[in-house]
């Protein structure tokens, strides 16, 4: 089945800074690709999404771009404020009703 | 609603004891999910549904967990002799269509065995 690897597990940028988070996926056959974002004793909220016949998304301060080939897909924050400190997790699908989701970074940004 | 509703938000159960958790997914949506979020990692799946059948339950770890969506609205996560092992947050999202596109989580209910 789909394995999904983020990294960094932990990072911590300071006001102003880009953020970037990187995921690996599996399953060549993986075809959409969401970023959640989850707060404190709230549910993952998705912030933006990606599929496999595109290369790059771009939504303000948010973008995302996919490597098929490389089987990877990454997430970029720029210019980062404070209230985008959350955990912020990648995960795939391929074509079945489930996500398989990596186990999340913690973004901190220090004002 | 508005969005997708989770009761309780907590629950705090005995070890063997038996619980169920409701799911009230967004007015319309025919596709409904579970997941389940233990510390430190992301939500995986346990059910989905599509109406009233669950149209995939292979990521329900074991007999002990059940789920049901009788009027193809609210569902209803079912837990039988609680174990330790089940502490978690779960999850529930719904989506107008399905297709994994979209979901709407809800809040979760942290389920807390003793």
């Known amino acids: 089945g789909e394995n999904v690897e983020q990294h960094p597990s932990t990072l911590s940028v300071q006001e102003g800074d880009s953020a970037v988070i990187k995921c690996t996926y599996s399953?060549?056959?993986?075809?959409?690709f969401p970023w959640y974002k989850q707060e404190l004793g709230k549910g993952p909220q998705l912030i933006i999404d990606?599929?496999?016949?595109?290369g790059e998304k771009k939504d303000q301060r948010i973008a995302v771009t996919l490597n098929k080939t490389a089987k990877h897909f990454s997430l970029h924050i720029t210019e980062t404020q404070p209230e985008d400190s959350a955990v912020y997790f990648c995960a795939a699908s391929g074509g079945s009703e489930k996500l398989v989701f990596g186990k999340g970074t913690k973004l901190t940004v220090n004002p | 609603g508005a969005g997708v509703s989770q009761t309780p938000s907590n629950k705090v159960t005995e070890k063997g004891k038996y619980v169920e958790l409701r799911c009230d997914p967004i007015?319309?949506?025919?596709?409904l999910y579970w997941y389940r979020q233990s510390l430190g990692q992301g939500p995986e799946f346990l059910i989905y549904f599509q109406g009233t059948g669950a149209a995939d339950d292979s990521g329900l770890p074991n007999d002990r967990f059940f789920a049901v969506r009788p009027e193809g609205s609210v569902s209803t996560l079912k837990i039988q002799r609680t174990e330790r092992g089940d502490s978690a947050v779960y999850l529930c999202a719904s989506s107008p269509n399905g297709g994994s596109y979209g979901y709407t989580f809800g809040s979760g209910t942290r389920l807390t065995v003793v």
């Open positions: 990606i599929r496999s016949n595109v």
């Open positions: 399953d060549s056959a993986s075809n959409y």
């Open positions: 007015s319309g949506h025919t596709a």
